[in-house]
């Protein structure tokens, strides 16, 4: 009767060893690549959420990239011309947005919106779609998405 206690025993540090160790394991190894999750309501005005996106969306969208030239080659949406735009801010910022804007005029007709997108810790999206909002013609919804390319990776929408 003994031994069995000792194994039941014996048994149950080994498990809480090995939880402990899956804990570790996923708060410090596997945790940081998540992304976290969106929550639309807590984001503010002008971000949109990956999930809120598709669900009023679905694949209503111009998206313009932000991201840098380098990133933009190593890899990017594969849309069709008409429905993905490179814009980055510089001194070609104006002639990029003047290719896309006979585009982006027609998206509310389309019922499409337009997103601006870059890597999660740039801030030209935001600048870009401020500098889209501040021209005043387009009269489609303009946002920023949350999370960037990790997301649309995170969503199965790019490849790399």
Request: proline content about 4%; some cysteine.
């Amino acid at each position: 009767m003994k031994d069995t206690w000792t194994q039941a025993l014996r048994l149950g540090i080994y498990m809480l060893i090995l939880a402990f160790v899956l804990g570790w394991a996923d708060a410090f190894v596997f945790a940081p690549q998540r992304m976290p999750a969106c929550v639309q309501e807590q984001l503010p005005a002008g971000r949109i959420c990956p999930e809120t996106l598709a669900a009023q969306y679905g694949d209503r969208v111009v998206w313009i990239d932000a991201r840098s030239q380098s990133d933009f080659e190593l890899n990017h949406l594969m849309l069709a011309e008409n429905r993905m735009f490179p814009i980055r801010k510089g001194a070609e910022m104006q002639q990029l947005i003047d290719a896309a804007i006979g585009r982006m005029l027609e998206a509310a007709e389309k019922g499409e919106c337009i997103v601006v997108f870059c890597t999660a810790e740039c801030t030209a999206s935001e600048e870009i779609a401020a500098e889209i909002r501040e021209l005043g013609l387009i009269d489609a919804p303009i946002y920023t998405l949350q999370g960037g390319w990790a997301a649309l990776q995170a969503a199965g929408m790019a490849a790399d």
